[in-house]
């Protein structure tokens, strides 16, 4: 017993040193100033508001005090972007390449060509050593990371579920979410048709990361 006791003591202490080298990690540096807001459109022109109006805009602070309102459509462009991870090795060079909005592009490659790289230079999980990207016209630099990271949304080839109803997993984003603001999402992602024929719908209970659901609804229900 003794021997099984530390055993299990030397693998906590390996799990607990993984969790305080995370909780050491310094804080990220959030330098931007643009932010987003949301707003409605009033005479033609975009006024910041409280309510949700599933119109959003980026909010730019003038010198004078005033704020210029640009407009979230989704346009991406990487201009003469250099990207490495360590200063030995450069994994992009030179990429310049758009995105505008309502396209939909596919990057194909080797491992290791920097696909995902990509993805996580416009989240700014990385910053980039050389170039611009430029979102909606807007450094992304300049724009801080919580409004940067609220515009974009990512579905990662493993999905990651909660055990709790798929209610609850759909609200998870935003835990004041009414029952219909839940539906209209899953109809968005069309989830709503597979949702309906599970036994007790949105209130089923899923476990183990949505064991019994397949991969392609599992994929559903993190979209």
Request: hydrophobic residues 35%.
């Amino acid at each position: 017993q003794i021997s099984q006791q530390i055993n299990f003591i030397v693998m906590a202490l390996a799990g607990a040193e993984r969790i305080f080298n995370l909780m050491d990690e310094p804080s990220e540096v959030n330098d931007g100033h643009v932010t987003l807001a949301n707003v409605e459109y009033i005479d033609g022109q975009l006024v910041e508001c409280q309510k949700q109006t599933q119109h959003w805009a980026w909010k730019k602070p003038n010198t004078d005090g005033t704020f210029t309102y640009v407009p979230l459509t989704g346009d991406v462009r990487f201009n003469q972007v250099d990207f490495s991870y360590t200063p030995k090795k450069k994994i992009l060079k030179e990429i310049t390449l758009f995105a505008k909005p309502g396209q939909k592009i596919a990057f194909v490659g080797a491992t290791g060509a920097g696909k995902t790289t990509i993805i996580n230079l416009i989240n700014r999980f990385y910053d980039i050593t050389k170039g611009e990207i430029l979102y909606d016209g807007i450094n992304i630099q300049d724009i801080e990371k919580d409004s940067l990271r609220r515009s974009l949304g990512i579905v990662l080839q493993e999905t990651h579920l909660f055990t709790g109803t798929i209610k609850d997993n759909i609200r998870y984003s935003k835990l004041d979410a009414t029952d219909e603001e839940v539906i209209a999402a899953a109809k968005l992602a069309n989830a709503d048709y597979f949702i309906s024929h599970l036994p007790q719908g949105y209130d089923t209970v899923i476990t183990g990361d949505g064991e019994g659901l397949s991969q392609g609804q599992r994929q559903l229900l993190s979209i």
